[in-house]
């Protein structure tokens, strides 16, 4: 037989085919899944999901840092991919100035709260840099020049004077009487540009904070009933609330737990509002 009859068993259309069956072949295989990071356990991606859904005000940020704090290593991205997304704007944040001398700055300011019987409460709040501590908060139905000196002097008993207060432009903080105590404290006060918030952020977003995680779910029967709502909000800020600028802790410092002791226990606070997790030993 001559070589030119051979060539006749391969038609140039089956060479054709061929590349084609052999190109679809080709990308099959580089299609197909490499092994990658391993997978979130079920146990974490559904303990992630209980606590969005416990904590509706909650982000992946906060999630994370209780994570953290029971001794789970998860990454902040792994919990925000397994977070169920919730319809709902996210709040600002503020990054500020002067982060050398926090252990010396002190905020101060003041906010409305709405009763019920529509009465308007004012609540004043000095707040410390330094670990976002509150270190005095007071409520009144109506705020005097006397009385507001006289919460700073509460809020610095002794020697824990800070060297600078920073505070707005509003008539109690200027007036005569509050300045003459402030000095008298050895404290420097230094204020805001006009309409200006934002040198202020420390307060500004305490009181954010409080308004978000806390008093815009919250109707205020009275004075009383504001002032038991406060104080249990502070302690779940001070001792459980977890922040963005404390390396997500709490201002008072939460022991990350080991993650072999015990077992999860939820703490709620605020009627539920909000949930701690700890671990406890069997």
Not at 30 to 35: A, D, E, I, M
Not at 196 to 219: A, F, K, M, T
Not at 251 to 256: A, N, S
């Given at each position: 037989?001559?070589?030119?009859?051979?060539?006749?068993?391969?038609?140039?259309?089956?060479?054709?085919?061929?590349?084609?069956?052999?190109?679809?072949?080709?990308?099959?295989?580089?299609?197909?899944?490499?092994?990658?990071?391993?997978?979130?356990?079920?146990?974490?991606?559904?303990?992630?999901?209980?606590?969005?859904?416990?904590?509706?005000?909650?982000?992946?940020?906060?999630?994370?840092?209780?994570?953290?704090?029971?001794?789970?290593d998860v990454s902040?991205?792994?919990?925000?991919?397994?977070?169920?997304?919730?319809?709902?704007?996210?709040?600002?944040?503020?990054?500020?100035?002067?982060?050398?001398?926090?252990?010396?700055?002190?905020?101060?300011?003041?906010?409305?709260?709405?009763?019920?019987?529509?009465?308007?409460?004012?609540?004043?709040?000095?707040?410390?840099?330094?670990?976002?501590?509150?270190?005095?908060?007071?409520?009144?139905?109506?705020?005097?020049?006397?009385?507001?000196?006289?919460?700073?002097?509460?809020?610095?008993?002794?020697?824990?004077?800070?060297?600078?207060?920073?505070?707005?432009?509003?008539?109690?903080?200027?007036?005569?009487?509050?300045?003459?105590?402030?000095?008298?404290?050895g404290i420097t006060?230094?204020?805001?540009?006009?309409?200006?918030?934002?040198?202020?952020?420390?307060?500004?977003?305490?009181?954010?904070?409080?308004?978000?995680?806390?008093?815009?779910?919250?109707?205020?029967?009275?004075?009383?009933?504001?002032?038991?709502?406060?104080?249990?909000?502070?302690?779940?800020?001070?001792?459980?609330?977890?922040?963005?600028?404390?390396?997500?802790?709490?201002?008072?410092?939460?022991?990350?737990?080991?993650?072999?002791?015990?077992?999860?226990?939820?703490?709620?606070?605020?009627?539920?509002?909000?949930?701690?997790?700890?671990?406890?030993?069997a």
């Amino acid at each position: 037989m001559a070589w030119r009859d051979a060539l006749v068993l391969v038609q140039p259309a089956t060479v054709l085919r061929w590349h084609r069956e052999g190109f679809r072949h080709y990308w099959r295989y580089r299609s197909q899944p490499r092994p990658g990071r391993p997978r979130v356990a079920a146990a974490m991606r559904t303990l992630i999901r209980q606590m969005a859904r416990a904590n509706p005000l909650w982000g992946a940020p906060r999630i994370h840092g209780e994570l953290l704090t029971l001794g789970l290593d998860v990454s902040e991205r792994t919990v925000s991919r397994y977070r169920p997304r919730a319809r709902r704007p996210p709040s600002q944040t503020w990054r500020t100035f002067l982060a050398n001398h926090l252990p010396d700055l002190v905020s101060v300011d003041f906010f409305t709260v709405p009763t019920a019987t529509f009465q308007v409460l004012f609540v004043l709040v000095v707040i410390s840099h330094a670990r976002r501590r509150v270190v005095h908060w007071n409520v009144t139905a109506h705020p005097t020049a006397a009385w507001a000196a006289q919460q700073i002097v509460e809020a610095f008993p002794w020697d824990t004077a800070p060297r600078y207060l920073l505070h707005d432009r509003d008539g109690l903080f200027v007036n005569a009487v509050v300045s003459r105590r402030v000095a008298s404290l050895g404290i420097t006060d230094r204020r805001t540009a006009p309409r200006s918030p934002w040198q202020n952020p420390y307060v500004e977003r305490l009181i954010g904070s409080i308004r978000r995680d806390c008093l815009d779910h919250i109707v205020v029967l009275h004075e009383r009933h504001l002032r038991r709502v406060l104080a249990a909000y502070f302690t779940y800020y001070h001792r459980a609330r977890t922040h963005l600028a404390l390396q997500k802790d709490a201002p008072v410092t939460r022991p990350v737990q080991p993650p072999v002791m015990g077992h999860i226990v939820v703490q709620p606070h605020l009627g539920g509002l909000h949930h701690q997790y700890e671990r406890r030993a069997a």
